[in-house]
């Protein structure tokens, strides 16, 4: 966290006086090594709480960090707690706190921005200069048995909200903020790739928010089974409209002498800007980026139709959840002209095909997101509160902390949807 908030050097009296087991924690020694062992009790600060953490979710970023040694560019120097999805209890409260009490149902929000920045003065606080996110390389997550933070950093959850869902509440907050980056609105329709948990969280999200229609695409038969069975609280049916099993898209070429019929001067470059055409050779030479996009049109056609929309029509949003190089082109595909699409998957490189001259000819608005500003959380907590969301769908597997490295191992595997760990469960 900041240190803008290390004041206390020592526990003030009212962590002593609990007498407070060890503090277990899930500690990333170095890449694909993990071990539950104890680690300092976090000292509690004048304007922090300290949250007897329930349950913890893992999630793809947390996996990444387990899997590379490290995650957005920062790798993993000494051993760090990990998470930073948890829910907890409130049992003391620092000396200049007013809206927490012990006994008190919260959340743990898990970015600690500087709040000085200039993003951060922007309202733009998830892309802060100076970020401190729990789990990440320099800061302590929460996949442990007690944690402390700032109280406004603890949204307070309703009793109806179990601790699993409460685990779970940081990534609906980023299904709301993709909502907002994507500018989800009534009656639009969505394509959705990638079935994880922020895929089937935003489907939720835009259902919520009365999408007219919803698909998802995955390369996971699992995923696509679980996403069909993906039930609203709302309708009692479905939440997503059709569920495509995706397969990778060709790219060798089809033609020996390397070249390949139907690549259109649209296709190559024409109509980029006003009236300003792109430079088009007599003879194209075909890339398998070029190979990719012809499968790609075709296969997002196919979907179009099988959606029941016309091929006129495409999607007014996309938002691409897996980091895949073959989603990015069947995202811009099946999108309608003037869309917006938002990336949103990690990946696993960081150059990708995309098909540029298709997103200047369709005029389609590509955007990126990144963790959750300000307002997702309560937002977050009011679906769910509400009844609109249901996390408890979308939780397929828990472990006691003791098995931290077994939860990890579950991700993973790509089987389940959403583990999570029960930090007071050894």
């Known amino acids: 966290m900041s240190q803008f908030h290390f004041l206390n050097k020592v526990q003030p009296p009212q962590v002593t006086s609990l007498n407070l087991p060890p503090n277990t924690s899930c500690v990333l020694l170095k890449k694909q090594t993990i071990s539950v062992e104890p680690t300092p009790l976090p000292i509690l600060q004048p304007d922090g709480v300290l949250v007897k953490v329930i349950a913890t979710g893992i999630c793809g970023s947390d996996l990444h960090n387990y899997l590379a040694g490290g995650v957005g560019g920062r790798p993993v120097t000494e051993p760090i707690v990990m998470g930073h999805e948890s829910s907890g209890e409130v049992i003391a409260v620092g000396d200049l706190v007013t809206t927490h009490k012990v006994g008190d149902r919260v959340a743990v929000e898990p970015g600690l921005p500087c709040r000085r920045c200039a993003n951060c003065k922007n309202g733009r606080s998830n892309i802060c200069m100076d970020m401190r996110y729990c789990g990440a390389p320099?800061?302590?997550?929460?996949?442990?048995?007690?944690?402390?933070?700032?109280?406004?950093?603890?949204?307070?959850i309703p009793e109806h909200i179990s601790w699993e869902e409460s685990g779970s509440i940081q990534p609906l907050a980023i299904g709301v903020q993709i909502g907002k980056r994507v500018d989800l609105r009534a009656h639009q329709t969505v394509a959705i790739f990638g079935c994880g948990p922020i895929g089937l969280i935003t489907a939720a999200v835009a259902h919520a928010y009365s999408a007219r229609k919803i698909i998802?695409?995955?390369n996971n038969p699992k995923r696509v089974e679980f996403a069909k069975k993906y039930i609203s609280p709302i309708t009692g049916k479905p939440i997503i409209d059709h569920v495509f099993l995706n397969t990778d898209l060709p790219s060798s070429i089809p033609q020996s002498n390397g070249h390949m019929n139907g690549v259109s001067p649209t296709d190559v470059g024409a109509g980029v800007g006003d009236g300003e055409a792109g430079v088009v050779e007599e003879e194209h030479h075909v890339t398998p980026g070029d190979i990719k996009w012809e499968a790609?049109?075709?296969?997002?056609?196919?979907?179009?139709a099988e959606a029941g929309l016309t091929a006129e029509e495409g999607f007014d949003r996309v938002i691409e959840a897996s980091g895949a190089e073959d989603c990015g082109l069947l995202g811009v595909a099946i999108a309608k002209q003037g869309a917006t699409y938002l990336a949103v998957g990690l990946g696993h490189i960081q150059t990708n095909v995309f098909p540029t001259l298709a997103v200047t000819n369709k005029e389609i608005d590509v955007r990126g997101v990144t963790r959750y500003t300000a307002s997702c959380f309560p937002s977050a907590i009011d679906l769910l509160s509400r009844g609109v969301v249901d996390l408890k769908q979308l939780i397929t597997k828990t472990f006691p902390l003791s098995q931290s490295k077994e939860a990890f191992e579950a991700v993973r595997a790509g089987n389940d949807i959403k583990v999570i760990v029960k930090n007071q469960e050894m």
């Open 216 to 218: 998802a695409v995955d």
């Open 296 to 304: 790609a049109k075709e296969r997002a056609a196919k979907w179009i």
């Open 138 to 156: 320099g800061s302590v997550g929460s996949l442990m048995r007690y944690f402390a933070l700032p109280a406004d950093m603890a949204p307070h």
